[in-house]
């Protein structure tokens, strides 16, 4: 593996091997949705990605991550928090809810990582509009994931999304660069001019991930020293997905279809070789 600017170049062989981490971690999210219903618990989601993590061979990336050690295999943020909180039988979902699932997966040494946010039951307007604006905005960055562009033509791909809608942009968390490690360098803002930082080369990978709010962008750490919440108690919402730079256009390694549909409607190619693996078994 080649390193330019200390990040992670990948060959064409081992970012195919990030798409079967990648495809792991898009059927354990696909499971997750399903499971996402009132009455049930963090720790009942987190119990089945784990299944379905080791079930496939991987091993879950968040599982014993950093210090303090992160002692679940899912991040499950519920409403007003943003990232990072910690599956527990206590936290039993309730109508109107939402979720977001973040999700990391390993497999032959290589990482996947995505999140979704999901509606538990019946909603507000609100929080549907939220969750729509957010998986939004991380489809415009992936389209602006190109071969010879700039890191931050991303996070202003991001932004530009995200304004018109009035929503806070979380600060101080974002993407990273995902390969042999969950996180890697370059950090991928949500917001920002376009044309500056690292060009954006064929083999690099990142995970691109906005973080949106209803109302202020501020947070909190609580006292697990894991849990982001709103300062003020505003709905959050998280989405993401691991892609890789082509010389054919963006591979979305976490998307079953590899980003085809969904770039397509943005006027962008996919960068999925024809004989690469897809569907999520």
Not at 57 to 62: E, K, R
Not at 63 to 75: D, H, N, V
Not at 211 to 235: A, E, F, N, R
């Amino acid at each position: 593996m080649a390193r330019r600017e200390h990040v992670q170049i990948k060959t064409a062989a081992e970012i195919a091997k990030m798409r079967v981490a990648g495809l792991l971690v898009a059927k354990t999210l696909a499971r997750l949705r399903e499971a996402v219903a009132p009455g049930v618990t963090t720790a009942d989601l987190d119990a089945l990605a784990e299944k379905t993590i080791r079930g496939d061979g991987g091993i879950p990336s968040f599982k014993g991550y950093a210090q303090p050690p992160y002692p679940a295999s899912i991040c499950s943020s519920v409403n007003n928090e943003v990232v990072h909180a910690i599956p527990t039988r206590r936290r039993v979902l309730r109508e109107g809810d939402i979720i977001s699932i973040d999700c990391g997966a390993i497999v032959d040494g290589w990482h996947g990582d995505a999140a979704i946010t999901v509606p538990v039951g019946e909603v507000s307007r609100e929080a549907l509009d939220l969750i729509a604006a957010c998986e939004g905005s991380l489809w415009a960055g992936l389209a602006a994931a190109q071969l010879g562009g700039k890191l931050t033509d991303i996070s202003a791909a991001v932004e530009r999304h995200i304004r018109p809608h009035g929503y806070g942009i979380v600060d101080h968390y974002g993407g990273h660069g995902i390969g042999t490690e969950m996180h890697q360098p370059p950090h991928v803002l949500n917001y920002g001019r376009p044309g500056r930082g690292i060009r954006l080369v064929e083999g690099l990978a990142l995970a691109i991930e906005p973080m949106i709010t209803t109302g202020s962008p501020d947070t909190t750490v609580l006292s697990d020293d894991w849990t982001v919440v709103t300062q003020d108690g505003s709905l959050a919402a998280h989405t993401e997905h691991s892609v890789a730079i082509t010389s054919r256009g963006p591979w979305v390694l976490t998307e079953p279809d590899g980003g085809v549909a969904r770039l397509a409607a943005l006027g962008v190619a996919c960068g999925q070789p024809a004989d690469a693996p897809s569907g999520i078994g």
